[in-house]
């Protein structure tokens, strides 16, 4: 059977102002789809434009150019009716869990917020049945329904953060480092419960994320962005299995091994490289660290093209 696909995005563009009339490409031409019911793992150094893509994405940031489609609609073209019920269902789960919950308002009216927003009931008994029924859903007891959330740990205002996302019954959400900034023993926790509800409500998530292992476990494809650019995009093992391009071998040469001589020897490895992000008008933005660019690599942008079934790549070393 076909998957569906339920989000798109085509050559979408966004430009920050850089000073002295300079603008600085934060996403340059990203193409991608996201079926129904799957994670898209989107992963890269920091910096690179991971939430800059997935804001301007679900028009959270306004794009500068590039098409988004929602089911197959260009969301240009929404009508006010459809533009309502796109922001209801497309959701955003936030990295900062202390910064995006207000520690003033009650967890069931942070939780409500969006419900109360799209008027989807106005009986107060329900509304709060509602609120509890999602803090049960997200491992969190009833009982903090009059709480605030300043006396709660990252991982509990994380859960906060996911119930009052799926409050509203998202189809899509992007989920931007939704880990990164928790303990590590809770990560996981967070991980397999936004596995669970994905299961239970047949979700879509972009799952930003800069740690390879962690987006390995949820995803089942992956894009890889190296400076505004989606550089390879393939299904989870695939990608893992066998990566083309140097800047993902690259990427996943740093995932750390639990062994200190073998760290020690990469760490070299790495070092090599330098990092630099120095702009690179024409040609490919990797060019500069790549240990096998050629001429080309230099003068022209190399295009995202299928080299298996599945799985893109942009890089001169293979046409
Ligand atoms: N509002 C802004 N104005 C100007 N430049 C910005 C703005 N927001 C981000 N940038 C720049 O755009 C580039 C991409 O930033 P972005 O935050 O999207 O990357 P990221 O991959 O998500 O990074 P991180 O993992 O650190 O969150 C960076 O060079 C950043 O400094």
Known sequence: MDKKIIFEVKDLCKYYPAGHGKMLTAVDHVSFEVYEGET??????SGCGKTTCGRTAIGLYKKDSGKVYYFGKDVDLFSKNEKKEYTKEVQMIFQDPYASLDSKVKVQDIIAEGMDIHHMTRDKDKRRHRVEKLLEQVGLDKSYLN???NTFSGGQRQRIGIARAL??????????????????SVQAQIVNLLKKLQKERNISYLFIAHDLAMV?????????MYMGSIVEIAEAEALYDHAYHPY????ISTIPIPDPEVEENRKDEFS??????????????FADRCKESKDICYKEKPKLKQIVSGHFVACHLYW
Request: one cysteine or more; aromatic letters at 10%.
């Open 216 to 224: 390995k476990y949820i995803s089942d494809r992956i894009a890889v």
């Open 40 to 45: 898209l793992g989107l992963v890269g150094e």
């Open 272 to 285: 090599d490289f330098g990092l630099t992000s120095e702009f690179t008008c024409c040609g490919c933005r």
């Open 167 to 184: 409050a509203v019954n998202p189809k899509f959400i992007v989920c931007d480092e939704p880990i990164s900034a928790l303990d590590v």
């Open 147 to 149: 709480s605030y959330v």
């Open 248 to 251: 993902t071998q690259l990427l």
